[in-house]
């Protein structure tokens, strides 16, 4: 008999988010609105369907790398997808998302959930979780000053490396 877990995984692993019959799919949004490339966008999905897994396995709060979150967020966006296809039909379960209320405490409490589920990714797959899609937690919670910016409208030009900490 197979272990109900083992389906678990298998069902959300075999989730399909882009739709054939789409011109411009949910990878394509989630590269072209990151500035990644397909493959990237790929490898991310596939880490959030991991991460979904962890999260509906397990009894405490869980943290996902910022890459995995803005999986999350624009999946979200696809209410029907994500509410009914995904959290019903293929979890069993709701799984809500819930941001932050700011603050050092909450700081502290996220680093220590993102270290914590880092730690059972580890456990449950057996190996280490990509640093290209989960790196340091001292990169996950200091390379957070993002804005959403129109590229028809204004130029982007990346600050030298010796910069990044200015």
Known sequence: MSDPKDNLLNKILDFEFDLPTANF???????R????????AL???QEYKKFMYLIAQSAEPLTPS?????VWHLHL???????EDFCKNTIGKEIHHGPTKGGQDER???KILYENTKKIYFEVFNQVPPPQLWP???IRFSEIDFVRVNKKTHFI???PSFLHNV
């Open 136 to 138: 340091s937690s001292e």
């Open 77 to 83: 966006l696809y209410t029907k997808s994500y509410w």
């Open 43 to 45: 490898q991310a999905i």
């Open 25 to 31: 799919s949910f990878s394509d949004r989630l590269s």
């Open 157 to 159: 030009i990346p600050k």
């Open 66 to 70: 910022d890459q995995i979150d803005q």
């Open 33 to 40: 609105e990151n500035g990644w490339s397909l493959y990237f």
């Open 108 to 110: 502290n409490k996220y």
